[in-house]
């Protein structure tokens, strides 16, 4: 069975709740489609708002982050049982400026993945590598190590079920997209990573998508490759673009 798209917008640190409000009412009729799963990854404080102004309409709203632990003394984290009862249902995992600025690591980003499965939440993986080590030739082996340990005690059953999302670092925000050719061989790389960890109808569910700088000239041709399915856009997810990317077809 062919992957359905999915296209999912990581509005970070942006958007107060009237701002998220404002926001949806006007991409909603932008990014009405059957063809992609629509996903508006959006700060804690703005899920319920943001739920409530897209009811009615083909945007899931998911959440940027989530804490690992049931409940408890986490001052300021998000626990996974608040994600599911305000109705969330994808949640971005491991960003690089988690890992960067909030010391995620990739044991961390593992817990993270076993505990959204466990709610029923299916998470968006992040992985990508920094400009020194795509320099240094490692690419491949470092995504593979970021894959495979984020991986760890997840069955074949919920792994066919999950969202990769590769982002080579030194291509988000910059607006130095990666070539369609290497967002399409790391994404390769990572199905067949999958492959080896479980099995081929594994690698062949699971869906990948391209982040760092999609724009609504680069969605294109970026999504036809055979391993993308779809992309994790940050900047333009902002912007009445997001409704082009979407249907970028
Ligand atoms: P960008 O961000 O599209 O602004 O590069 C992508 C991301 O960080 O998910």
Known sequence: MARKKIIAGNWKMNMTPSEAVTLIKTLKPLVATEDADVVFCVPAIDIIPAMEAAKGSNICIGAENMYFEEKGAYTGEISPNMLVDAGVKYVIIGHSERRQYFAETDETVNKKVLKAFEHGITPIICCGETLTQREQGVTIDFIRQQVKIALLGVSAEQAATAVIAYEPIWAI??????????????CAAIRVCVGEIYDEATAAAIRIQYGGSVSASSAPELFAQPDIDGGLVGGAALKPDFGKIVNYK
């Open 173 to 186: 925000g910059t607006g130095k997209v990666a070539t369609t050719e290497q967002a399409q061989e790391v």
